[in-house]
């Protein structure tokens, strides 16, 4: 049971450009979102979170937002760059729990 | 500090062989997770423990599957009898588990080790 999903499995953007990454979950219990980068042959790693008191957060060219009736994340990078080329994993949590769900991921391509 | 640090990088074994992980979390976290990537299904949540103690292993697919976490600097996850189906990248990850905080601590991951069964 994919409790959350990234149904897009590639994006492609031009340097520049906004890149926005979408996530979606079924579980009201989640309270807790973070975006995970992975480049090739390394870890997932931390990039940007938000709970669900909040319907945004923004850290430099990273926001997430998050709208909680649709049970919808979306994570936008404006303006993006080759290096942010990478997998771009949602992940959900409820607070009781210390568990946490990841989506399949988003391969994100930005062209020079 | 180095970071979660698992073994081996790359495994190959045949269908029938036994396959041991290892991670070393990062010090003074005390919570650590196994994690199974496929393309299908992307990043699994198999096991997760919390100062050493099994919390949930729902996400173990089978029998053929057990970790162990004899402390709070070591865990292993073994594959006994290893098949095909099982060839994926494998994550560990650990996090300081704060309680009574309202969110998720944030979980660092290693860099993976890539079964492949032939």
């Known amino acids: 049971d994919q409790q959350v999903k990234q149904n897009s499995p590639s994006l492609s953007v031009q340097e520049g450009r906004i890149s926005i990454l979408n996530c979606d979950y079924t579980n009201s219990m989640f309270d807790y979102f973070l975006w995970y980068k992975k480049y090739p042959a390394e870890g997932p790693t931390f990039l940007i979170s938000i709970s669900s008191i909040k319907d945004k957060n923004e850290d430099g060219r990273f926001t997430v937002f998050l709208n909680k009736s649709a049970k919808h994340l979306s994570l936008h990078i404006v303006p993006s760059q080759p290096g942010d080329s990478a997998v771009y994993f949602c992940?959900?949590?409820?607070?009781?729990?210390?568990?946490?769900?990841f989506g399949a991921g988003t391969r994100l391509t930005v062209k020079p | 500090d180095a970071g979660v640090i698992q073994s081996p990088r790359h495994e190959v074994t045949e269908m029938g062989q036994e396959v041991t992980l290892r991670c070393k979390p990062i010090s003074g976290h005390n919570s650590l997770f196994w994690y199974r990537q496929t393309m299908m299904r992307g990043l699994e949540l198999l096991i997760y423990?919390?100062?050493?103690?099994?919390?949930?292993d729902s996400g173990m697919p089978e029998d053929r599957f057990s970790a162990k976490m004899p402390n709070a600097s070591f865990s292993t996850l073994k594959i006994q009898p290893s098949e095909p189906r099982d060839s994926a990248v494998y994550f560990c990850?650990?996090?300081?588990?704060?309680?009574?905080?309202?969110?998720?601590?944030?979980?660092?991951f290693g860099p993976g080790t890539r079964l492949t069964v032939l």
């Open positions: 992940a959900a949590s409820d607070s009781n729990n210390n568990d946490m769900r």
């Open positions: 423990f919390n100062n050493n103690v099994p919390i949930d």
């Open positions: 990850a650990s996090s300081l588990n704060r309680a009574y905080t309202f969110k998720a601590d944030t979980q660092y």
